[in-house]
């Protein structure tokens, strides 16, 4: 079992931003596909982003956003801290739900919006509210 933590939530005004942090326990998440879905109030579990695996030729590995974030979000890895960052800008009311982050299956060398295990931690919780 892949066991992630999730940390960086917390209530932002409308067009604030935070920036969400994934970390893992014994183990590389470089060795992983990553991504991060969310749970709004009420509703499903949705993906919002994914990472494909560091790329040793380019800083800059295959990424997936759903439409709703897509320019307003950045997925990364940071190798050295053995971690993954999901930064939050513009945010709008509708992006308030709990953050999960979670090893996500790969198909076709990219990242797909599904969790390759259905290990899921407790999340961080993101409120924007005026």
Do not use: H
């Amino acid at each position: 079992q892949l066991r992630l933590v999730e940390s960086g939530g917390g209530s932002v005004q409308p067009g604030g931003s935070l920036r969400l942090s994934c970390a893992a326990s014994g183990f590389r998440l470089d060795d992983y596909y990553i991504g991060w879905f969310r749970q709004a109030p009420g509703k499903e579990r949705t993906g919002v982003s994914c990472i494909n695996l560091p790329d040793p030729y380019t800083s800059d590995p295959y990424t997936y956003y759903a439409k709703s974030v897509e320019g307003r979000f950045t997925i990364s890895r940071d190798t050295t801290s053995n971690m993954v960052y999901l930064q939050m800008d513009s945010l709008k009311a509708e992006d308030t739900g709990v953050y999960y982050c979670t090893a996500v299956a790969a198909g076709y060398g990219r990242c797909q919006m599904r969790s390759r295990d259905g290990d899921w931690g407790q999340g961080t919780r993101v409120t924007v509210s005026s």
